[in-house]
């Protein structure tokens, strides 16, 4: 009787261990989605135009904000600590993506950001080309790799 326990207890062990390899076997053979590079006509302040090809092995994060929203403004501390505390391993790129006609443009974006000390670089994304790609993959909750 206790052998043949010992044998079920062994099964289910076996079977159990054999599910969660293949599920880890599943999960890491899933493609990766390749992030699309930035647009080349958009416009760049605090920085030259980045490519992900120079930012490979960083982490990136796309703070997309407007200069008229306060809810915004309150993000760029936390965006600062972030900078502080990860240095070189991490990078902030803001993305304006105007709301207003009057936010689009890139001399107002300027002020905005002398005006808030905003050192990280910042995309004038006036059409929502960065914005709509970057919707587009996070619909269909993909996350990217480079």
Request: one cysteine or more; hydrophobic letters at 45%.
């Amino acid at each position: 009787m206790i052998r043949k326990k010992i044998a079920i207890a062994a099964a289910i062990l076996i079977i159990v261990a054999t599910s969660i390899i293949i599920m880890a076997i599943d999960k890491s053979e899933k493609p990766r989605i390749k992030a699309p590079d930035f647009p080349r006509d958009v416009t760049w302040l605090n920085s030259g135009p980045l490519t992900l090809t120079e930012l490979r092995g960083k982490v990136i994060v796309l703070d997309f904000w407007t200069y008229c929203c306060i809810n915004c403004m309150h993000i760029i501390p936390d965006l600062k600590k972030l900078e502080a505390k990860y240095g070189d391993k991490l990078v902030v790129i803001g993305v304006h993506s105007a709301k207003f006609h009057n936010e689009q443009d890139t001399e107002n974006i300027r002020q905005a950001i002398l005006r808030y000390g905003i050192k990280h670089p910042v995309i004038n994304d006036k059409d929502f080309e960065v914005w709509l790609l970057s919707w587009d993959d996070i619909r269909r909750g993909n996350l990217w790799a480079f």
